[in-house]
């Protein structure tokens, strides 16, 4: 299997303190798959096991690939799993063991950061502290003091996003006048 390409262009500036060993070592630490539960494997069928039996040099791989721009993230793999009290399933993209890791640094930093701090009233996903049970406590305190409530949920919000956009400046935005011409 071929190695990943990073998307985008390799010439930005790196932010150095996310891609520090210490970080990912952190970051490894604060991972799931740092416990006796780790996640499932992505596409390159390499447990976490396996990626901590070598964990040093493992990390000193993705900063060294971080550092000189080569680190792409890894395709997603599908797995379906059936939606609670449903007969119609849900797809489930895994990341590789590798890609959770630079992930979580990322979210680490940006929970840390008074850059773009990403704690909030309503902020309760992969926030240390925050969690579930803290959701459900936050939405039964709202219960008690609104008479209604409104729950949304985009369907495959985040497939439809294409993951070059996700790694890339935004794409060029068109103007009403240049959207009905290049239609036409």
């Known amino acids: 299997m071929s190695e990943p390409r990073p998307v985008g262009s390799v010439l930005r500036p790196k932010p150095r303190k996310i891609l520090s060993k210490a970080n990912l070592f952190q970051a490894w630490d604060a991972s799931r798959d740092a416990t006796s539960s780790p996640g499932s494997v992505g596409i390159d069928n390499q447990t976490a096991k396996q990626f901590a039996s070598n964990l040093d040099a493992n ?100 497939d439809q996003i294409p993951r070059p956009f996700l790694g890339s400046p935004a794409p060029r935005q068109l103007s009403l006048d240049q959207d009905k011409t290049s239609h036409s």
């Open 59 to 158: 990390l000193d791989e993705i900063r060294k690939r971080l550092n000189n721009g080569s680190f792409g993230f890894s395709r997603l793999r599908p797995f379906f799993a059936q939606k609670h009290g449903s007969t119609k399933e849900r797809v489930i993209c895994i990341p590789t063991v590798r890609d959770r890791i630079v992930q979580r640094a990322i979210v680490n930093y940006l929970a840390t950061s008074k850059i773009l701090p990403i704690h909030n009233a309503s902020s309760f996903g992969f926030i240390k502290g925050q969690g579930t049970s803290k959701a459900i406590e936050k939405a039964v305190e709202l219960r008690s003091m609104y008479e209604w409530c409104v729950k949304a949920d985009i369907e495959s919000f985040f």
